[in-house]
């Protein structure tokens, strides 16, 4: 018979103290923090022979230790390294530990470490179920957090990203209007004013992306409204050269344009993605038949 490993024998005496019945002189709290203690020291032994998801469970069960001693600091804590030990190739049980994590934070009013939590979901979302949707509605919450924590810059680092999301699932409204929030908290900074003109960019690609080039025309002249200097930034020059070869219907001069700006500025995959749909309406000389 195989011997058990030092972690399988940590969890075993860990499900014993927690299952054993409380005797005359010490309390259940003795005996679930004891057992959480247990359970702290498998998940770690676990850890070291790699096995994740057992050491998930354990720290899971350490968890419970921690809530059934009112523990809330602990359980939170012991609920983030299950996590952490699930996502190591089981994401969905490791955005349900997070969400426990949460729900601890929330409820003891941390909620910057709430948000760094929601934003760890938000990349499991994304970048292990592809779940733009889902990604969406958690950097949103993320960025709702930071910013009542007075968390500005991280705050808008989520919405842009939530942005971004939204204009790959052509929800353009929403995407500029997330994208406006983020420059108008931009400008009132002198350390974050030059990434404005980028903002403005990528609302404008939303406004063509579209197919409304009233509201591309009109968003270009507010944003230049609101900062006198944009107008003779390249990314102003960029979209005023767009607008103009697409209410041309003139796809040569399209292609010129981002040529033009690819030539400096390199274009990341989100800026090329939507160029290519609005291309497409270009092309198929649908301007303004949305």
Request: aromatic share 10%; net charge negative; with cysteine.
């Amino acid at each position: 018979m195989p011997s058990k490993s030092p972690a399988q024998v940590l969890l075993e005496k860990a499900d014993k103290k927690a299952n054993s019945s409380s005797g005359w002189f010490s309390s259940s709290t003795t005996k679930f923090e004891e057992a959480g203690d247990l359970y702290q020291q498998a998940a770690n032994s676990f850890k070291l022979e790699k096995l994740f998801r057992e050491a998930g469970d354990a720290f899971a069960r350490e968890a419970e230790c921690r809530e059934n001693c009112k523990e809330t600091n602990e359980a939170a804590n012991a609920w983030w390294n299950a996590a952490k030990a699930y996502k190591r190739g089981y994401p969905d049980l490791a955005i349900q530990a997070l969400g426990q994590t949460i729900t601890h934070l929330t409820k003891s009013g941390r909620f910057r470490q709430a948000a760094d939590r929601e934003k760890e979901i938000g990349q499991i979302y994304l970048q292990e179920h592809n779940d733009l949707r889902k990604a969406c509605e958690s950097y949103v919450r993320a960025g709702d957090w930071y910013a009542q924590e007075d968390a500005a810059s991280t705050a808008n680092a989520c919405y842009k990203d939530a942005a971004d999301l939204h204009a790959d699932l052509e929800e353009y409204p929403q995407a500029i209007a997330r994208y406006e929030i983020v420059a108008d908290h931009s400008l009132s900074s002198a350390l974050t004013k030059y990434s404005v003109k980028e903002y403005w960019l990528r609302a404008g690609l939303c406004a063509l992306a579209m197919n409304d080039p009233v509201i591309a025309k009109r968003n270009l002249q507010k944003y230049s409204n609101q900062d006198a200097t944009f107008p003779s930034t390249r990314e102003a020059k960029f979209l005023a050269a767009l607008l103009q070869a697409y209410e041309g219907g003139d796809v040569e001069a399209f292609t010129g344009a981002v040529f033009d700006f690819d030539q400096v500025t390199k274009l990341d995959n989100w800026k090329t993605n939507i160029l290519l749909k609005i291309k497409k309406l270009v092309q198929d000389g649908e301007i303004g038949l949305a």
